[in-house]
Antibody, heavy 111, light 112 residues
Framework: QVQLKESGPGLVQPSQTLSLTCTVS????????VHWVRQPPGKGLEWVGA???????DYNSALKSRLSISRDTSKSQVFLKMNSLQTEDTAIYFC?????WGQGVMVTVSS | DVVLTQTPSTLSATIGQSVSISCRSS???????????LYWYLQRPGQSPQLLIY???NLGSGVPNRFSGSGSGTDFTLKISGVEAEDLGVYYC?????????FGSGTKLEIK
């Protein structure tokens, strides 16, 4: 059974760094890509980035200067790090892989 | 980046009515290997999105066959043949042919 679960801080201060973890089960990170998608409150979906089965990455053009995605295949975990956070980064952050989505984690950027 | 334009932005339907949603891409989604990475997702209120259609016209696991996808190149359509109450929510198309991947702006389906 495929499952993905996001975890991380619910509140981040402006200019600080966001660190999120996506823990997966039911599939292998070396055979499937994992993507991050975010959704600001009341708005649509925005693709953030992905790490491919071979370990390479792709990022949203507008975010790539602040973004890093990595993984630990031994722990079946994918990590998202985004620096210089602003209020516009407030959103639900989802991870998805093998056609399934996690439940999402709400991140609020506020002092 | 590829821009996906979804229309309409809002759709109101009665139970049993058939409806269609359009997704138009700013460039062809056909890749050099002959694949078209166009997906459709439904996000019900308060839930994560779920996969409906992959590779233009393939039904996701457990998805009712009243949903169908069609299209090629830059023009794609999601059709619901006989709307049911559980179909309410926001529908998104997404392209995964050209990195960075992109979503359409969404179509909200309301039940009359």
């Amino acid at each position: 059974q495929v499952q993905l679960k996001e975890s991380g801080p619910g509140l981040v201060q402006p200019s600080q760094t966001l660190s999120l973890t996506c823990t997966v089960s039911g599939f292998s990170l070396t055979s499937n890509s994992v993507h991050w998608v975010r959704q600001p409150p009341g708005k649509g979906l925005e693709w953030v980035g992905a790490i491919w089965s071979g370990g390479s990455t792709d990022y949203n053009s507008a975010l790539k200067s602040r973004l890093s995605i990595s993984r630990d295949t031994s722990k079946s975990q994918v990590f998202l790090k985004m620096n210089s956070l602003q209020t516009e980064d407030t959103a639900i952050y989802f991870c998805l892989g093998a056609a399934y989505w996690g439940q999402g984690v709400m991140v609020t950027v506020s002092s | 980046d590829v821009v996906l334009t979804q229309t309409p932005s809002t759709l109101s339907a009665t139970i049993g009515q058939s409806v269609s949603i359009s997704c138009r891409s700013s460039q062809s989604l056909l890749d050099s290997a002959g694949n078209t990475y166009l997906y459709w997702y439904l996000q019900r209120p308060g839930q994560s999105p779920q996969l409906l259609i992959y590779l233009v016209s393939n039904l996701g696991s457990g998805v009712p066959n009243r949903f169908s996808g069609s299209g090629s190149g830059t023009d794609f359509t999601l059709k619901i043949s006989g709307v049911e109450a559980e179909d309410l929510g926001v529908y998104y198309c997404m392209q995964a042919t050209h990195a960075p991947f992109t979503f359409g702006s969404g179509t909200k389906l309301e039940i009359k």
